[in-house]
């Protein structure tokens, strides 16, 4: 039998290893691609569903793991939007990557007696916040369900408010800093920049009813069933006194 030197028996050994490996992944990789896997049940705290462009059309995700608000490529953390810290649920994302929406929800027992419940589900506007919801919220016994209706402006994209609570949020106790921010929060929601409630439709502790709002988010007409089960229809101005009702 010819003995070969250690250096030949080296390399065709190494060209084996490599051969083998090459294949391995060649099969693995086409295994992958070309065959969808069925599972009956997954445990995972996060599951991302990626788009055509690579970034995630969907994301389901457990509260740790929530992702916060993105739009026009800038992602937040969770906490610059109050609440979604304590939410699980699936966000929504368009081909840019921007969040459009999502169902979120939570429920936490605070004392003996007390808690705090949401469910939320939401349609955002382009470039800007949500402009169709159906809510639940619930705070140990105060609570609303419905369906609530927004406008949000065409020209005003929602980042800058985004950027304004961020800004907010670092500022921490710098109260000068945060005062100033408020500011021109306040600025830009008066210049409609947050949009603005036009309808709630649903039930308020216990109080079937219907409002329709003016463009400055006042309640200027509102139909609902009393306490005693009649039905009433209200009609405000724009500082909440009632002018008219029918029947009288």
């Known amino acids: 039998m010819t003995q070969y030197p250690f250096f030949v028996r080296f390399l065709i050994a190494s060209n084996i290893v490599l051969i083998s490996f090459i294949v391995f992944i060649l099969l693995t990789s086409f295994d992958r691609t070309d065959k969808p896997k069925d599972f009956k049940e997954i445990n995972a705290e996060r599951i991302n569903i990626i788009g055509t462009s690579g970034k995630p059309v969907l994301v389901i995700s457990n509260r740790r793991l929530m992702p916060g608000p993105t739009l026009n490529g800038k992602t937040y953390e969770r906490d610059v939007i109050d609440g979604r ?14 969040e459009v929406g999502g169902i979120q929800y939570a429920g936490i027992k605070k004392d003996s007696t007390g808690y705090s419940a949401v469910g939320h589900l ?4 382009w470039n800007q916040n949500q402009v169709l919801a159906l809510d639940y919220n619930d705070k140990s016994g105060n609570r609303y369900a419905g369906m609530r209706v ?20 670092e500022a921490g106790e710098n109260k000068p800093r945060v005062d100033s921010l408020y500011k021109l929060w306040n600025e830009a929601k008066g210049h409609g920049e947050n949009g603005v409630e036009r309808m709630f439709i649903g039930s308020k502790n216990e109080v079937a009813q219907i409002q329709l709002k003016d463009k400055k988010g006042n309640v200027r007409a509102r139909l609902y069933i009393d ?10 101005d724009e500082k909440a006194s009632v002018i008219a009702v029918f029947p009288k």
């Open 85 to 98: 810290e304590y939410m699980s649920g699936m966000i929504f994302f368009n081909e840019l990557g921007d």
């Open 150 to 169: 927004w406008d949000r402006p065409t020209n005003a994209s929602y980042d800058y408010m985004l950027d304004l609570l961020k800004e907010i949020k």
């Open 122 to 125: 939401s349609f955002d506007q």
């Open 227 to 236: 306490d005693i089960g009649a039905a009433k229809m209200e009609f405000l």
